[in-house]
């Protein structure tokens, strides 16, 4: 039994050093032109780390001015993203098209960097630094390349990241609501309604606000809101419950009536 289980360790440690010495080697590519054509096969062969090993390499000996220095990253920020490792995969997008702007990749990859960061802001209630990083990126790709083919997609996730703002804001303003703290709860509505008007979620602000305000008898402040609810959303079934008590918004060119 003894000599048995020596065996296999005989055998376990002779495969594992073959292994060893089949694996990758960085020191086998004596130039920049080797090394990425290896770093490539193994990309190909989904050896995401090996890939990255090898592209990392190539981003920091590469000169400024090769021709494969862009690829290089392109490369290591996607094996990043198989690794799902999307914090290094945004900075190493972001590095292609912040320094080479001109490169036919520079679209592609400041749509894919923004992706990145919108990846790692993961839900509303976070902390949105990810998803401000990734807004500047959108923002920075239509300003930069205005006729690429990633603008309206850019636009669409862009309207998606600011629902998201907008959902925080309410958020944090209903707790304050619910806690009938309502000054703090009508700061953080009326920031959704001034800043994000256009999204889904500034209707929910506004009803909320128009509650808060008929809570503290702000009476102007709730007429003002029902008007505009009532304006926005004039088929909405909330909207009467919410605003039953409000004026009727004062016709264009009404006159009261007038004395003898």
């Not at 998201?164 to 804001?169: E, R, V």
């Not at 920031?191 to 008929?214: G, M, Q, Y």
Request: proline share 7%; glycine share 4%; aromatic share 12%.
């Amino acid at each position: 039994m003894p000599s048995r289980l020596l065996l296999l360790v005989l055998l376990v440690a002779t495969g594992a050093l073959s292994a060893c010495r089949a694996g990758f080697r960085l020191n086998r590519y004596p130039t920049n032109e080797a090394l990425y054509q290896a770093a490539l096969g193994e990309f190909n062969k989904k050896k995401w780390v090996n890939a990255i090993t090898a592209f990392e390499k190539l981003t920091n000996d590469l000169p400024a001015r090769d021709t494969l220095l862009p690829r290089s990253y392109w490369y290591l920020a996607h094996a990043h993203t198989r690794q799902r490792e999307h914090l290094l995969a945004a900075q190493s997008y972001s590095r292609l098209f912040e320094s080479f702007p001109d490169d036919t990749l520079a679209d592609d990859a400041a749509m894919e960097a923004a992706r990145s960061y919108r990846r790692l802001w993961r839900k509303p209630s976070l902390d949105p630094t990810y998803g401000e990083s990734a807004l500047a990126t959108f923002n920075a790709l239509i300003g930069l390349y205005p006729s690429s083919e990633f603008v309206e997609p850019a636009r669409a996730e862009i309207l998606d990241l600011e629902q998201w703002f907008a959902t925080k804001n309410y958020e944090t303003g209903i707790f304050y609501l619910r806690r009938k703290a309502y000054d703090s709860a009508i700061i953080y509505l009326r920031t959704v309604v001034e800043r994000w008007p256009h999204v889904p979620r500034a209707r929910d602000a506004l009803l909320r606000l128009a509650e808060s305000f008929e809570a503290i008898r702000y009476h102007e402040d709730f007429n003002e809101v029902c008007a505009r609810l009532r304006r926005d959303y004039a088929g909405d079934a909330e909207v009467p419950r919410v605003c039953a008590g409000a004026r009727p918004a004062p016709v264009p060119g009404a006159t009261g009536p007038t004395g003898p």
